[in-house]
């Protein structure tokens, strides 16, 4: 299992126009992050391989400017498995296929 902390910087580009007055970081963009992650690990990113697939992702909670988030990775049969937290609240989860 790997574990990491990101913090949201409050002027992600990502904010921009999404959604003005309640900034909200779009799922794509904390996807990116967590596959950033994965691929950071060489043994998750030989799993993976060069073109990774999602199997699953499920966005629970709203990700705003300045969250603190622990990203959790667990090595699976099936590929990659990830959570994203802040604080004990899950905001996201899925799963990262394993390369065919």
Excluded: C
């Amino acid at each position: 299992m790997h574990t990491l902390q990101w913090q949201v910087a409050h002027d992600h580009p990502a904010f921009a126009g999404h959604f003005p007055g309640q900034p909200l970081l779009p799922g794509a963009s904390l996807l990116a992050e967590v596959l950033e992650a994965v691929l950071d690990e060489p043994a998750l990113a030989a799993l993976v391989g060069a073109a990774p697939r999602i199997g699953a992702a499920k966005f629970l909670a709203p990700v705003r400017p300045g969250a603190q988030l622990t990203i959790t990775l667990d090595a699976t049969p099936r590929g990659v498995r990830f959570e994203v937290r802040e604080g004990e609240r899950l905001a996201a989860s899925g799963q990262f296929e394993v390369s065919a």
